[in-house]
């Protein structure tokens, strides 16, 4: 957020070159995307659990924090509460704080040409890390 797009596709670009050049190293990874926690936070923590071979039933609170985001009439404010405030909340109730829709709006925000110049960057990088492009 606040940085230009071509300079954000850069970044993004630069981060997925990293990751890979890790991957080569690993024995083993695991790629978490942030909108797959956002519409499943459950299912995407028992995936990390399975991961590294712990089970998924000591987690019973998760703690989530109001932070500003945009709506959908591009306003920004907390999703719930107040800004900056931490809550416990039972896991399963986890997703109520959340909203997936967040990336989609702030795609659809960007002028098209903004959104062709990310594509042009980091639309292969995108791509491997199955995003729709």
Known sequence: RGAAPTQSANAYVRWCREMTRQQRRLDSQLVVRLEDCLEDPGAQFDRMCRFVGVSSEVLVKVRVKAKSVIGKTGDHAPAF???????????????????????RRQIERL??????????????SMRRLEYPV
């Open 111 to 124: 002028p098209l040409e903004a959104r062709e110049r990310i594509l042009a960057i980091a639309g292969e």
């Open 81 to 103: 509460g107040q800004l900056g405030r931490k809550v416990w909340v039972d896991r399963d109730d986890a997703s109520a704080y959340l909203d997936p829709a967040v990336t």
